[in-house]
């Protein structure tokens, strides 16, 4: 009896120790996945907080990028009327332009035939010319967009419409044969499409501005910096109607913008409504868009003075 009573108590004392055991490992197993769920959780803290300051970030930094987008919006002001000077000179960088264009010089010829432009904008010749080079160097959209600039000047040139309708349908192939790109999301794309438009408008290269502007738009719809753009383009190439309806856009997405008013301001001005042209003027020194620009207050306020009652 006593060696049995020994060999009970030696067998509890084993299963004590082996349920203490288990309690033991089953503790530590406790300890280690608090410790597991801890590290993760601590891990998508550390990974939220980093995306949200990613986020931050980014959003400091388009929200720099579109205060210096603003600061570079540019409204062309309208060209001059030629006069007989100007047209003489016109017709002198015509005929280089054709010299260039017969060697095949095609950068040449595009040169000569801008600096007639820049003398005489509405000169039919000159705006043909330019666009059959933009056709032979496979810049079919602007090609589009120049004999566009044609028939608004002569709309029964047979020439023009044409070389617009071929124009059209070789932009058309380019488009469905260039590969998609997927290296950008379309807002950060459409605003880098932006700001080449605006290098262009500041080389006075206004249609390939618009080819630019047009595909910014087409991939952000609301975009009201690239409606100015447009619009200042438009008013480079003396299309005053076009302009205006680029900048009444531009002030439907975004009505606290200054930009808009000036280049309002300067497109009636070039179809010669002095009264609509002073009353954009107007608004333009009343807004308090964080567009506006020291020099153009100084500009629009002379041409209120200028433009009298």
Known sequence: EKAAAEARAKAERAAA?????E???????????????????????????????????????????????????????????AGNAEMAEASKAIARGDVALGAKNFAGAEKHYREALQKHPTSVEANYKLGLVFGMTNRFESAVQQFEQVLRI??????????????????????????????????????????????????????????KLDESLRLKHDFALAYVARGSSYVGIADYRRAIAEYQKALTFDASLAAPHYGLAEAYRGLGDTARAKEHYQKYMASSGRDKDPNLTKAAQAWIAKLGA
């Open 17 to 21: 120790e082996r349920a203490a055991a």
């Open 23 to 81: 309690a033991r490992a089953k503790a530590e197993r406790a300890a280690a996945e608090r410790a597991a769920a801890e590290a993760r959780a601590r891990t998508e803290r550390e990974a939220a907080e980093a995306r949200a300051k990613a986020e931050r970030e980014a959003a400091a930094k388009a929200a720099a990028e579109k205060a210096a987008a603003v600061r570079e919006v540019k409204i062309a002001a309208p060209p001059p009327a």
């Open 154 to 211: 002569d709309p029964h040139n047979a020439g023009a419409r044409a070389n617009l309708d071929r124009a059209r349908k070789k932009a058309i192939e380019l488009r469905a044969a260039r590969p998609a790109s997927n290296d950008l999301p379309p807002e950060i794309a459409a605003q880098q499409l932006y700001k080449d438009a605006v290098k262009l408008i500041t080389q006075r290269q206004y249609r390939e501005a618009i080819v």
